[in-house]
């Protein structure tokens, strides 16, 4: 987590510095581990190959019961 | 001529348009002045369109006379938040400051419809810089300043559709229309007392609206009844050839009985609220435990507030590309806006993926879940308005929780938030009720019921009254 954590703080230095005095960076890196803690979260949850991903910017109809609830 | 017509619904107002006791040119003239007399006090105004807004009235007018009317909406002011598009060189700033002369040269779908429907545009209405989607905290956060609480100058109106709360709950115009991706109709319908609705994903066209996640954003309505907001989503819903996230069929308002007569509360959902939220909040429960059976329900442990955020903020940073790599964050209002967006371009392309694949899965469990019931009832937000100067708590950034929120953003579905009492400082609360994809017409329904035995969206600002 840490290197996942300083490659991204790397990379907005490398094209951010320029807009951000040092308490904004201190901000953005604040901001950066509430993101990675998210992103965790999320890479943590257990889901299935079944799972795809929904539509891109469309409504959530219903969806269908996962083929092995059917079976 | 005022005193007869602010604090009037727009089915009051309509009916007295039709039977030709005022005309739409009174009714535009009086909403005009008092936007121009009390929206500096509040700041909730960007643009008064007066010119634009009496040469429509004076040809609605004529139609009246003429016996044609084009609808409920046939003369009624309204305001649009500041980040619909609006031509004829009428401003749309988006709340910040760099985009505060820009003006585009076509209107959004729902300007449009609301102009062929007979409404009038009176104003274009202040909101949170960029629709919060920079991270803001704290209310002074737009080129307008702090928009503020038609309840107490000292209290927050809410947004990111600041404006809209505020001039509803002002008396400034009989409705707004607003946006949300997180929040943003609900809360400042909570602080402000007035009645919002956040409709299904889909319902209204988006077309003309400054994009912040494409896949959360709404617009809807804010009125002074739920019944209002019932009659102005038939009016701006529908099938948009610009937008194909627009649903083909159009909404038609009806007020129906409840399916099921029952409600549920999620477990938890009001462990954070404040004690007087709280109360309010059982004082409500209590009076639909007359019409409905209402159910303690768990729902799975799934990271709703992580998905939401993800999806919220992956999608922010493509939909201000260009805005962040020019800098022009360092323009904004608020200082933690001159920030905001850049932790954001960080987020991996498989986790906004994965958020999306947990979607699907929230979607297929919380819809079996919603199934059995006619709607989900929460408080609207944890606590009345804030202060002016105060940082508030915000599930956006992870200082506060907002679960009905976040479920009901990710899989776009409605809610309607009603007053349902105050606290002893004299600011509302409200009662929020969550449907299932598409159930407007059942949330409205159970909202109407609620607004028929109480009064609370009745009560008005004594020092507002004309």
């Excluded at chain 2, 008064?48 to 084009?70: F, P, S």
Aim: net charge neutral.
């Amino acid at each position: 987590m840490a290197s996942e954590d300083n490659y991204f703080v790397d990379l907005i230095t490398h094209s951010y510095s320029q807009y951000l005095n040092n308490d904004q960076f201190a901000s953005v890196k604040r901001s950066l581990a509430q993101l990675i803690e998210d992103a965790s979260t999320i890479r943590n949850f257990p889901i299935t190959h079944e799972d795809a991903p929904t539509p891109l910017f469309s409504n959530i109809a219903e969806i269908p019961p996962k083929q092995s609830d059917r079976n | 001529m005022t005193n007869k017509l602010v604090f009037k619904t727009v089915r009051e107002l309509s009916a007295l348009i039709q039977k030709k006791s005022v005309s739409p040119v009174e009714v535009t003239k009086a909403f005009l002045n008092r936007l121009e007399e009390l929206h500096p006090k509040y700041n909730s105004v960007v643009t008064v369109t007066r010119k634009n807004a009496l040469e429509q009235a004076h040809i609605l007018e004529k139609e009246v006379l003429q016996g044609k009317i084009r609808g409920m909406l046939h003369g009624i002011p309204y305001g649009a938040k500041d980040l619909l598009a609006t031509k004829d060189g009428i401003p749309t700033s988006w709340g910040a400051a760099c985009y505060k002369e820009r003006c585009f040269d076509y209107d959004a779908t729902v300007v449009s419809k609301l102009r062929q429907r007979g409404a009038v545009l009176v104003a274009k209405l202040a909101m949170i810089e960029l629709a919060g989607g920079m991270g803001y905290d704290q209310p002074n956060a737009s080129f307008t300043g702090p928009c503020k609480n038609p309840w107490s100058l000292e209290a927050w109106s809410g947004g990111s559709s600041s404006g809209s709360g505020s001039a509803v709950g002002t008396g400034l115009v009989p409705f707004a229309i607003g946006s949300e991706t997180w929040g943003s109709i609900l809360s400042p319908a909570n602080n402000c007392g007035v009645t919002g609705l956040r409709p299904s994903y889909g319902r209204v066209s988006r077309y003309g609206a400054m994009p912040l996640s494409w896949t959360l954003d709404k617009l809807g309505p804010l009125a002074l009844s739920a019944d209002d907001c019932g009659l102005i989503l038939q009016e701006i819903s529908g099938p948009d050839s610009k937008d194909d996230s627009a649903q083909h069929v159009k909404f038609g308002y009806l007020d129906q009985a409840p399916s099921k007569g029952k409600l549920a509360i999620i477990n938890g959902v009001i462990d954070d609220a404040d004690p007087e939220v709280h109360d309010n909040f059982l004082e409500s429960v209590s009076q639909l435990k007359s019409w409905f059976d209402i159910d303690d329900i768990e729902i799975p442990d799934m990271p709703y507030h992580e998905t939401a955020r993800l999806i919220m903020l992956s999608e922010s940073a493509s939909a201000f590309e260009d805005f962040t790599e020019q800098g022009l964050a360092k323009t904004l209002t608020a200082p933690e806006d001159k920030y905001g967006p850049y932790a954001r371009t960080s987020i991996l392309a498989k986790d906004y993926i994965k958020a999306l694949r947990i979607r699907r899965v929230m979607a297929r469990e919380i819809t079996k879940i919603m199934k059995n019931y006619d709607g989900l009832i929460a408080p609207t937000r944890n606590s009345a308005a804030t202060g002016i100067k105060e940082k508030f708590r915000g599930a956006t950034k992870g200082s506060g929780k907002d679960t009905m929120g976040a479920i009901g953003n990710i899989l776009g579905l409605p809610a309607v938030s009603v007053p349902n009492g105050f606290t002893s400082q004299r600011l509302p609360t409200g009662l929020q009720i969550m449907g299932s994809l598409n159930s407007e017409n059942m949330i409205l329904s159970i909202a109407n019921k609620y607004q028929n035995e109480q009064t609370w969206h009745k009560s008005h600002p004594e020092n507002l009254y004309p």
